[in-house]
């Protein structure tokens, strides 16, 4: 069963991370691409949201990005901006977003993005063996999180611009390529993804504390 899936108290991965965006006035509709053999879907009850559109996705997470915005762009919706948010970080908070979504909304600027700085120590490792190549610099490096958000134009274009040869880890690196002016904004660090099965209870813990989860 892929992540998104798995179960919190009586809720999905998936559901909880879509929780925080419903609850905005200002989101016109979600789409989520999914792999074009998942059935898990159709079990959910968030199915019946007429804001909601499953598709099928492609091969990575960009080629399934570019998919969801194709479908918004051939849509009948008037929007002016793309949010783009993982589909397995169900803790991120509703004041992070909002935060981040009223600067941006006056700022210019062509992108924003939640994260936090580096406070770790962090080593260049050689690949081969493991041992440590150099210390980096941590000052001015972000980790970041999601959501981003981008002007609708301005991912578009992006997009139009990507050749098959190229891929990203994000679409921040998919715009920032052009130069754009993407901002990073704080936001909390119990915004996890979850990666390894014991990420599962750590995300539970989050949203007892938070308050979306009563057990």
């Known amino acids: 069963m892929p992540k998104q899936y798995s179960m919190i ?15 905005f006035s200002e989101c016109l509709g979600i789409c989520i691409p999914i792999s074009s053999n998942d059935t898990f879907w159709k ?13 099928e996705g492609g091969e990575t997470r960009l080629a399934s990005v570019k998919r969801a915005v194709n479908f918004w762009k051939k849509s009948s919706v008037v929007y002016e901006n793309v949010l783009i948010h993982d589909s397995v970080r169900p803790c991120v908070r509703s004041s992070d977003i909002r935060t981040m979504l009223e600067s941006f909304s006056t700022s210019g ?7 936090s700085p580096v406070t770790d120590s962090l080593k260049e490792v050689i690949e ?4 440590i190549k150099k210390t980096v610099d941590r000052n001015n490096l972000w980790k970041v999180f999601t959501p981003q958000i981008f002007l609708k134009d301005v991912l578009e274009s992006a997009f139009e611009g990507l050749s098959k040869e190229q891929d990203f880890s994000d679409e921040s690196g998919l715009v920032e390529q052009s130069f754009r002016k993407i901002k990073t904004y704080n936001g909390s660090d119990d915004n996890i993804k979850i990666t390894y099965p014991e990420d599962m209870n750590l995300a539970k813990s989050i949203l007892m504390t938070q308050g979306r989860l009563t057990e």
């Open 9 to 23: 108290s009586d809720k999905t991965v998936l559901e909880l991370s879509l929780e925080p965006l419903l609850d």
């Open 128 to 131: 081969v063996g493991g041992y």
């Open 109 to 115: 600027d062509h992108g924003a993005i939640l994260g």
């Open 43 to 55: 079990s959910l009850k968030i199915t019946d949201n007429p804001k909601i559109s499953f598709i």
